[in-house]
C-alpha cells in the first residue's frame, strides 16, 4: 500500500481555514466510576473493574456490573497483553484534529483477562498487521491528565 506525505497542522490550518480550537482532540473526560482508570494509565498501569461478587471484568468501567448489577468491585492489574481481533487503517474521512495523524489504525484489543478495548494500534508497519497478532499496551500521554493506552506488536 502507498505511504502518505504526513501533512503538517499549519498546512491544514491554512488549507482549511481553522483555527487552534478547531484543532484540538478530544479528550476522555473521566466519569467518577472510571476516574481509577484514568489515574492509573496516567502511572502507566492498566487497571480493570472486577466485580467482587461474580468477576465479570467490565470495560469500559462502568458504576455497577454489568453482569449481575452488583456495585462491589475491586481494581486489578491487567497483564498489558492483548490481541488483534479487527483493525482498521484510517486514510481519510476522520475529524480535522486527526488528521496530521493519518493514516492510523484502530483496533479491537482482546484482552486475555476477558474485556475487548479499542484503542490505536502503534508502532506498526502496516503489511504487518494481522488479526491475531500478540499486542502489548504503551501509554501515550496526550495531556497532563490524559494518558491514552494504546498498542503495539509484541517485540519478538
Ligand atoms: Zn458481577
Redesign the pocket.
Known sequence: MKKHEPISIETIKAMMNLTDEDLKKPLPKPTKWSQPFWDAAKEHRLVLRK?S??G?IDHPPYLY?T??H?DEHQWIEASGKGTLFAYAINYFGVPFPFWADLPYVLGMVDLPEGPRMISNIVECDFDKLANGMELEVVFDDVSEEITLPKWRPVKK
Open positions: 466485580c461478587k461474580c465479570f456490573c453482569n449481575c452488583s
